[in-house]
């Protein structure tokens, strides 16, 4: 039986470079991916780059109220048309995929016997869980946890939001790509993987 895999980790752990070089291993042994990221995830529009400056188009975007599972299945198709088959879907940014989505994801791999690799962060800036990630914790078959370090050294497992140089703690759960260029710009949003010790001292203590 295929498998749903969570492969997660803070900010930084290199989780879209873990995709692409699953996608390049499968490739290099003659079988074909899917590639796909959550509509909502509008950095690099329909890209999954890396931090190591590696690029690639998506197959689909999954929007918010996509059954994802129809969205496969209609790419496999078009597959097969050509005489070809799909040995594994990949998706890159699962947090801001819907539980029903996640659902999508466990009925391919077990009805219709593709792996499914699904990477992510499990938690927002204020430490509460994604609901794609929540439901991906608890159904996929396979966990596995990419790690990164804080700035102090320790294990990254937080993500901080930083808006113009200063850790903010308030806000809505998603903040994507929120500043732009020039002088009358708002401040850009960044985010750095925290450790729980740097956490606490930046946001005073505080969790949620």
Do not use: W
């Amino acid at each position: 039986m295929a498998k749903l895999y969570f492969r997660y980790g803070a900010m930084n752990s290199g989780k879209s470079t873990a995709l692409l070089q699953a996608a390049y291993n499968y490739e290099e042994r003659g079988q074909r991916v899917l590639l796909a990221k959550p509509a909502i995830d509008t950095k690099g529009a329909s890209e999954i780059s890396s931090r190591l400056g590696m690029t690639r188009e998506v197959d689909f975007l999954i929007a918010p109220g996509d059954d994802a599972k129809q969205l496969f299945l209609a790419r496999r198709d078009d597959a097969r048309a050509h005489a070809d088959d799909i040995a594994c879907l990949l998706i890159d940014e699962a947090q801001f995929l819907t539980p029903e989505q996640v659902d999508d994801l466990f009925r391919i791999a077990v009805e219709e016997g593709i792996p499914v690799l699904a990477y992510g962060i499990r938690n927002d800036f204020l430490t509460h869980a994604f609901p794609g990630s929540a439901r991906l914790l608890a159904i996929a078959h396979s966990l596995e946890e990419l790690k990164t370090i804080c700035r102090c050294g320790r294990k990254a497992v937080f993500n901080g939001r930083v808006i113009g140089g200063r850790f903010v703690f308030d806000g809505d759960q998603v903040a994507i790509d929120e500043g732009a260029d020039g002088p009358a710009a708002p401040e850009v949003t960044t985010y750095e993987s925290l450790c729980g010790t740097c956490y606490l001292q930046e946001s005073g203590g505080r969790l949620g």
